[in-house]
């Protein structure tokens, strides 16, 4: 019989920079809180899927494949697929499939397709929650579908190094209706078990006012190239956020890598406050998507603190185009642009 650390090793969760094979998105439509400003959200989504075409394929997942055809030229339909299903809401990050590849000869990727139960049931996710599997049915992917809904896990509240570990929050992942009476020990078994990993890295500070994730880690810490993290901080001691981004940030220091050493960390400016009405918007700048030849970030009409970004996230991915886009109407849904996108390793998408 193989041992545990043995068939651990069979599979892993690859780092988004590495070779993708395509990235996916979920249509806004007139039935969704995007209806008030539906026109601006399906901007930002066109240049959103024009931008990733540009370098490999984009998976369209609309209520109405005609119409959104209409936004794209001839040349970008050629790198873009469309599915019609249900959809609630455009989270694509926290609906799709997480891929693992695998590590030993003989084996196929493994679409591993969670519970999405809209953050904690703050939010209908039904029709979301099935796209995996019409698009599994509909011989998108190249791989075994492998039923885990057993568990709530989304894909925005994990990172993954491609080399074992694991980054998450305990804020989200020990949030009310996720995956009660687990523990926090439980769910490290679990996040070691089902994604093939050996250590996971838990953040425990960085709750973003207005998120609804309840502390999803691509919103406030992220893994790039190098034993790198690139984290938000906060400067304005008279923010509300000020003290738990100040503690996320002295945790971060105690991290080391596997081979026991500091991690290099770059650190990202807070956007300036960002309201709707009387709320606070979650605007962060880690809500970035790497693909291809780029890593594609969010902006929000703050000339300075854009530009600092921009410089951070080309100091962590030097090799990369560094592409803006406006993510100012994204935020009223209190997502942004990595939100929006799931990446798929190279060669599982078949379209």
Known sequence: MKNIQTQLNEFVLPAEWEPQSGVQLTWPHEGTDW????????????????????????????????????HFSSDEL????????????????DHGFITLLPRTAGKVPRL????????????????????????????????E????????????SIESDGKGTILTTSLCLLAPHRNQPLTREDLENQLKER????????VDHGQLIGDDTD????????????DTLVYVGCDDRSDPQYKDFKAMEDQLKT????????????????????MDGDERLPATYANFLVINGAVIYPTYHQPEKDRLAGEIIQEAFPERDIIAIDASTVVRQHGSLHCLTMQFPENIILS
Not at 40 to 50: G, H, Q, R, Y
Not at 51 to 68: G, L, N, P, S
Not at 262 to 274: C, F, G, H, K
């Open 195 to 202: 994604l093939h990993a050996d250590r996971v890295l838990w």
């Open 255 to 274: 991290f080391r890598t596997r081979n026991g050493k500091p991690y290099r960390l770059l650190r990202l400016p807070m956007p300036d406050v960002m």
């Open 145 to 156: 579908y492998s039923d885990q809904s057993d568990l709530v896990l989304e894909g925005g």
């Open 35 to 70: 209806k008030p400003y539906l026109h601006d959200i399906i901007n930002t989504e066109v240049a959103l899927a024009k931008a990733i075409a540009r370098y490999e394929k984009v998976i369209i997942v609309t209520q109405d494949v005609e119409k959104t055809k209409r």
């Open 215 to 226: 502390g999803h880690i691509d919103t406030t810490v992220r893994f790039a190239p190098d």
């Open 112 to 143: 591993l397709d969670f519970k999405f139960n809209g953050w904690g049931e703050k939010f209908e996710a039904a029709d979301d929650n099935r796209i995996n599997g019409h698009l599994y049915q509909d011989s998108t992917f190249k791989g």
């Open 78 to 93: 050629n790198q873009i697929h469309f599915y019609c299903y249900p959809i609630n809401d455009t989270w694509a990050r």
